[in-house]
């Protein structure tokens, strides 16, 4: 069964270093979402992408992040300068439609 | 925007048992209800989904079912395995593609 992958499973950075989190999402699925889970609070949504361009993006979504389809496969999300409050578990999904979205497996980002 | 809670936050069952999981939402568009599992060290697993014109899905032990007028959708797992040990998560959304989530339910299942 096709599944979201993510890479890293784990990524430590010091506080203001750039990360790219990297996704591949489910091969016929036309939107990609990100999400992100602060230890012990609720999924959150960040950001969802359609047609190369960013359709929807909550409030946390601000300048410092940015996501990028580099080519056919890939779905990243950069964080330009990190802070320690962005340390949380950050999901990708993707779906064909609307609404029923597959997550991945996570990536745990630790800011120190 | 959506706003979605979930209880209880945690539910101990004893395997055989059945156990209900509670949600409820803001936003009187919200159309379609996901419930996600979520076992450690992986992502969510989409396990049954309800959208609104329908008020009750069944798949196997496990059932939906949702009241519109009340904002309530709850997820029924009958016949409780080990395996079902998990943290379930509600969400709901407007067709606009952001998936607002409960905080999560664990749920223990006793041998």
């Known amino acids: 069964e096709p599944e979201v992958t993510q890479t890293p499973s784990h990524q430590v950075t010091q506080m203001g270093q750039e990360v790219i989190l990297r996704c591949v999402p489910i091969s016929n699925h036309l939107y990609f979402y990100w999400y992100r889970q602060i230890l012990g609070q609720k999924v959150e949504f960040l950001v969802s992408?359609?047609?190369?361009?960013?359709?929807?993006k909550s409030e946390i979504f601000d300048d410092q992040f940015s996501v990028e389809r580099p080519d056919g496969s890939n779905f990243t999300l950069k964080i330009r300068s990190t802070k320690l409050e962005d340390s949380a578990m950050y999901f990708c999904?993707?779906?064909?439609?609307?609404?029923?979205?597959?997550f991945g497996p996570g990536t745990r980002l630790t800011v120190l | 925007g959506e706003n979605v809670e979930q209880h209880p936050s945690t539910l101990s069952v004893q395997e055989g048992d059945s156990a209900v999981i509670k949600c409820t939402y803001s936003d009187s568009a919200s159309n379609y209800f996901p419930w996600y599992k979520q076992e450690l060290g992986k992502g969510p697993q989409l396990i049954i989904d309800?959208?609104?014109?329908?008020g009750e899905k069944k798949d196997q032990r496990i059932a939906v079912t949702l009241n519109k007028t009340a904002k309530h959708f709850s997820l029924h797992i009958t016949e409780t395995q080990p395996e079902d040990s998990a943290v379930y998560f509600c969400?709901?959304?407007?067709?606009?593609?952001?998936?607002?989530f409960g905080k999560g339910n664990q749920v223990v299942v006793i041998p």
């Open positions: 309800i959208r609104s014109n329908v």
């Open positions: 992408f359609y047609n190369n361009e960013i359709s929807e």
């Open positions: 999904a993707s779906s064909t439609g609307v609404d029923t979205q597959y």
């Open positions: 969400a709901a959304t407007d067709g606009n593609n952001r998936l607002a």
